[in-house]
């Protein structure tokens, strides 16, 4: 990974080319894109290339680097039964609202800072869609005038968009090593999360009604946990007979 040494000042929102936003402390790969749901102990997982990367406010690392996070450990994003995806605002009350400032927990492809859940005045940082006092790249100036990335409670949870001048570059290296040898526990689940809570009102209505009703009710696939090894990010789950591919 090569980065800009000195960021400068924040300039445009710039889109992401691929899914690598930066790299964390301990060299895992900071990714931005669609959740899917299917985290290990540590809250990472492979990509469709092996390469295994966080997303999502990482646990292993956070509690090393001592930050604080939720109660409910690595499972913040599952519901209490451990057989559901939570709804977003559940997932962001795991958290506390406020904690110790965050330390750098890695820098992104700009060259800017990344900091984790709690900004400099000790506030749990929210994404901007969420309320959070953060910019549409999950970016704030501190009170010095340093811009930085937070990793935020609720989506996008790592930076979506890059607003360095210039954007630096990661090549990807595979490798068929199992890390560790014995395979990393993993929770999959195969339900996407509830949305929010509309806080507008709708501005038109059906015109017509369903004219049937369901005969079934919808089905998920429970907690289920498996031994694979990290770099086999392929994973299949058998539901309601049909096999689903995740990855
Ligand atoms: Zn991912």
Known sequence: MTIPAEPGAPDAAKEIEGDVVGILGNGVL??????TWSYDSCNGHS??????????PPLCLLEEMGVEFADSGSSWWINANGTAVRDYDSMASQFSETGSPSPIVGRA?????????????GDLQR?????GTVDECNGKLDSAGNYGYYITADP???PSCLKGKDIGYFTYHTTNIRCPATGISNTILTQKPPTSVPTSVPTSVPTSVPTSVPTSVPTFVSGASSEYPSWNF??????????????
């Open 30 to 35: 900071l990714d931005s894109h669609k959740q």
């Open 47 to 56: 990509d469709t290339k092996g390469q295994y990367h966080y997303h999502i």
């Open 109 to 121: 492809l700009d060259g800017y800072p990344i900091y984790a859940l709690y900004d400099e005045g």
């Open 127 to 131: 994404s901007a869609e969420y309320g």
């Open 156 to 158: 996008p949870f790592a």
């Open 234 to 247: 392929l994973v299949f789950v058998a539901a309601a007979g049909a096999a689903v591919l995740l990855f």
